[in-house]
């Protein structure tokens, strides 16, 4: 088989995962808080020693990125990671919809598992003991707990998470942040986990610059009567689906000329 072909092969199934990331994105477009995944490409003509211990994020129920980093002059996939800009805010006039402007995550709990997981989905509700939970039945956090919230009480939160029922305080949404928002996974059901997550609290104040960033970090503020919309925009996926077509295609037409050319030279050595 000639290198040609394994390279080609190579192109088509690192397009083919780019082609599923993008196709993931455009079915989350209208997701509320969802984050768009993107990644990127090299090619591989050389390795140092630390090429063979250094390798990508894996994501939730994916494997290592393929090809292996140690195949030498192949087309691969170099990183695979989460966007979380920022995405639009629209307006619901619900009190139980917040939204995070700025960064910035809220806390829910798994009731079953005990589970603590981030999001920037806040699209919230009450179950049937007042307490305040998402779609998937978790709790929201405050104070590293449940929110238990009084029946036909007037809800109101402000910018900082304090959350108050009439004339009483019930507590302060947890939002958090992180120096390292990378190493977020994703799990499902717009929800992220970090294996030894280092929070920092949003609602004392700024977050600490980690060291040699001079950029200043915007603070997350909630927005209550509002959801954040997905930061995936339709036609940049698009043109981006239409490009990995295309690729895809061509390097079909590199794989399908390899074989007619071996082909036709094994029909010659057989002739002479």
């Known amino acids: 088989m000639q290198q040609s072909n394994l390279s080609a092969l190579f192109g088509a199934m690192s397009n083919e995962h780019r082609l ?19 990644v990127a490409f090299k090619d591989v003509f050389m390795h140092f020693a630390h090429d063979y211990i250094l390798d990508s994020k894996p994501y939730i129920r994916a494997k290592p990125l393929w090809p292996e980093a140690d195949v030498i ?13 920022q995405g639009s805010l629209k307006v619901t006039g619900n009190p139980l919809d917040l939204a995070i402007q700025g960064e910035g995550f809220f806390k829910v709990q798994n009731p079953q598992t005990g589970d603590t997981f981030y999001t920037r989905n806040g699209n919230y509700m009450l179950d049937n003991g007042g307490q305040i939970i998402d779609g998937n039945g978790n709790y929201l956090l405050a104070g590293g707990g449940p929110v238990t919230v009084p029946q036909n009480s007037t809800l109101v939160i402000d910018q900082a998470g304090n959350i108050r029922a009439g004339e009483q305080e019930v507590g302060a949404i947890d939002l958090v942040t992180f120096n390292n928002p990378e190493d977020l996974k994703k799990v499902g059901a717009n929800l992220y986990t970090m294996d030894n997550p280092a929070e920092i609290p949003l609602n004392t104040g700024a977050p600490e610059v980690p060291e040699g960033e001079d950029s200043p970090r915007v603070v997350g503020a909630i927005q209550q009567g509002f959801l954040e919309s997905s930061n995936v925009e339709v036609v940049t996926e698009m043109v981006a689906m239409i490009e990995v077509q295309r690729s895809f295609e061509a390097y079909q037409k590199i794989m399908t000329g390899t074989q007619q050319m071996d082909q036709k030279l094994i029909a010659t050595a057989a002739k002479a």
């Open 73 to 85: 002059a192949k087309p691969r996939l170099s990183d695979q990671k989460t966007d979380f800009s």
């Open 20 to 38: 599923n990331l993008i196709a993931n994105n455009l079915a989350n477009v209208n997701t509320t808080g969802y984050k768009k995944d993107k």
